[in-house]
């Protein structure tokens, strides 16, 4: 449950307050009740916002407890999909002017206390720049970031230090039904020991056919680095940072991106003005046959072992959406991971399966 109130000072200065209340059912989920399902009566967003004109453009400065979200969200996210979304505290600086939007912001993640209040990490600082540019007649969007994110240990500060430095395009190929949309960073990791590099790429090519259904064909390759053979800390292991992680690898939820390589292919249709489907195949192999598998949070799900297979599994989705009235939209789903080689090879590999039904109303 999310309560907001947007009150507003003068001209140009607003309050945003918005208090939560996350449950996670009457049983705790196996393994444990996580922070992401579960928030006993705390703030969400509460910032200050001061807006006005600089020049020809707008800008925003913004100070509080507030949410991040960068392009696709595959770097930084709310986190949908969860009861307790993710915030930051601090400040962000925003400023528009045509086609171009310029950012920056300085903040510390939440961390989530389901029977404390929630309190802004005292070990983990986040800061970074933006830039993107789109006409709001176009399909072509450019964006960019570089993004800092520093974690401090017991006795040591900072301990590791990542500089992700991130580019996005979306582009029509050839054909104005035929678009490309690529993604991809290098980050470069200082901490206790050698300097390191770690990298990703994200690339999709989408197809929208005429005719009945208006299907619509995706074809995607994704990958994230792992750490070689005889690499020492910090590793070369892709850092997802703050990611929207349900939206990619699968729906399933089983892995994460880090030294992971995808390929996918996704078909998308409207069965009619109010239904439509989506079917997903994903092969995921390891991008570093030395380094392990990482789960949906970015922790070790399976660690590697000397001499074993590259393939980690298979997933198939589906899933459709009904909406019934302008005010309710429905929601079901379904997914099977299909495990590979490798988590054979290390311990138990059974399928796993996840199904879903939701409902969304505005009253």
Known sequence: VHLHADVHLGTHVRVFVEGRHAEAGGRDLPGGTRSIDRDVLDWGNLFGEMTGTLGAGQIALRVGRQELALGRERLVSPLDWVNVRRVFEGATLETRRGAWRLGAFATRPVIVRASA????????????????????????VMEGAVLVKSVDAEGERPVVQRTTVSGRLVTPLAR????????SGVQHVR??????????????????????????????????????????????????????????????????????????????????????????????????TSDGVYDVAGGVLRASRAGTPRSIGSELD????????????????????????????????????????????VL
Not at 124 to 139: E, I, L, M, N, Y
Not at 225 to 249: C, R
Request: a positive charge.
């Open 176 to 183: 104005p039904n035929v678009l490309l949309e690529v993604e």
């Open 191 to 288: 901490g206790a020991g050698p300097a390191t590099f770690a990298s990703m790429l994200a690339s999709d090519v989408r197809w929208s056919l005429p005719g009945r259904w208006a299907p619509v064909i995706t074809l995607g390759i994704d990958r994230a680095s792992g750490t070689g053979a005889n690499a020492g800390a910090p590793s070369g292991t892709w850092d997802q940072l703050f990611p929207l992680a349900h939206a990619y690898a699968g729906f399933a939820d089983v892995l994460g991106r880090r030294n992971l390589l995808e390929q996918r292919v996704v078909l998308q249709a409207t069965a009619t003005r109010s239904l439509s489907v989506r079917l997903a195949a994903h092969a995921f192999q390891r991008a570093s």
């Open 117 to 140: 209040p929630d309190r802004a990490s005292t070990d983990t600082r986040f800061a970074g720049a933006t830039v993107s540019w789109q006409r709001a007649s176009s399909p072509r």
């Open 318 to 361: 589906a899933t459709a959406q009904w909406r019934v009235s302008r005010y309710l939209r429905l929601d079901v789903g379904a997914a099977r991971f299909a495990p590979g080689a490798f988590l054979a090879a290390t311990g138990a590999a059974r399928p796993y399966r996840w199904a879903f039904a939701s409902f969304t109303t």
